[in-house]
């Protein structure tokens, strides 16, 4: 757990000094940095990762159409088996693009990247490059898609959500939140409705296995689900008194996505997919604030209120995952803990 804890402090510390003094590009890359060395010099770490390595030596050996992966991330895969003969290092080698693509996403979408350092960082960099790799990719796809929303790209930000949705169909879901809550006017419901028709045709099938495996998963309980909705109450709080005189025009995102994560919090009480969606939600709070910030011109730094509730979403979304670590430790064949680096094993 040490590594974690480390990294997890230097996080910390980064963030109270861009907030106090400025100059969070440079805390966003100090702070990514002991993640990034953990992401590339891990040895086989990361609750889903041993999965990855069976199932890329499936398509190394009987193509792609054996993975059960969505094409694009089973081309992906085929592709670098041809050049690397370890699934492990194709393992680590996307992990590690993953890592560097959202990077450069957050740099492009905030020119102050306080929200990557207080949520995309704590909540999600770890889990999206050493385990759930395939909506890792995806979510970083995704959030350059946001980037090009801010600029006006709208065909980019379609031409992203294909990309991404050939990796991890579940980024439809980010992406149609994201477009709906930023560009709130018919045509973009009409142009909404028809990708949607076309995913559904063209991955339907999918969708219908994926929903009957959760379906056969336990429920949410206890205080599952709590962090997920207390992070994104605390955003939507913070963003509203940044927001000033101009909340108007941060009013309509903050209430749908209020609304979306209180219903998929209820929905993990009943099912385990609630709380996958509620990671979904979290993740596109953070998308859809950074355009808000960007078109805005709201300054996060300059509210106290607003610095501290930051810096309180930052401690409380590293406890999570921390604790999600210790909590299973030694448990399957590739936990996040304990953490060894890729050189033990060779030694």
């Known amino acids: 757990m040490k590594p974690y804890i480390v990294c997890y402090l230097i996080l910390l510390v980064c963030v109270g000094a861009s907030l106090a003094w400025g100059r969070t590009r440079t805390a966003a890359v100090i702070a990514f940095a002991p993640m990034m060395y953990l992401i590339t010099a891990r040895g086989l770490v990361g609750v889903d990762s041993a999965f990855y390595v069976q199932q890329f030596d499936v398509i190394r050996y009987q193509g792609f159409l054996a993975g059960g992966f969505e094409p694009g991330f089973a ?19 996307l992990g590690s693009v993953a890592a560097l693509l959202i990077l450069a996403a957050a740099l492009m979408l905030e020119r102050e990247p306080v ?20 909506y890792g990719l995806a979510f970083s ?33 980010l992406a149609v939140g994201v477009w709906t809550l930023v560009e709130v006017r018919p045509r973009t419901f009409l142009a909404i409705a028809l990708l949607g028709a076309g995913m559904l045709y063209q991955f339907g099938g999918y969708l219908g296995d994926k929903a009957a495996q959760n379906a056969d998963l336990a429920a949410a309980g206890g205080l599952s689900g709590v962090v997920p909705l207390l992070v994104t109450f605390l955003m939507l709080v913070a963003i509203g008194l940044a927001s000033g005189d101009r909340w108007r ?33 979290v993740f596109m709070s953070y998308l859809v604030f950074a355009i808000l910030v ?14 501290a509730i930051l810096i309180f979403v930052c401690i409380i979304s590293s406890a999570l995952r921390l604790k999600n670590f210790n909590d299973e430790q030694g448990v399957g064949l590739s936990p996040f803990a304990p953490y060894y680096y890729a050189s033990d094993v060779i030694a």
């Open 75 to 93: 081309i992906i895969v085929e592709v670098l088996s041809y050049v690397f003969a370890d699934s492990f290092d194709i393992l680590v080698i």
């Open 249 to 281: 025009s941060v009013a309509v995102p903050v209430l749908g996505l209020a609304l979306l994560q209180l219903t998929a919090f209820g929905v993990s009480r009943v099912y385990y997919a609630g709380l996958r969606v509620q990671s979904i939600v």
């Open 115 to 134: 929200l990557f350092l207080s949520l995309v960082l704590p909540f999600f960099l770890f889990d999206m490059t050493m385990n759930g790799l395939r």
């Open 294 to 307: 960007s078109r805005n011109h709201i300054d996060l730094r300059r509210n106290k209120l607003v610095a």
């Open 141 to 173: 796809i995704i959030a350059f898609g946001a980037a090009a929303l801010i600029a006006g790209r709208r065909w980019l930000f379609l031409a992203c959500v294909v990309g991404a949705a050939t990796i991890q169909i579940t980024s439809v879901l």
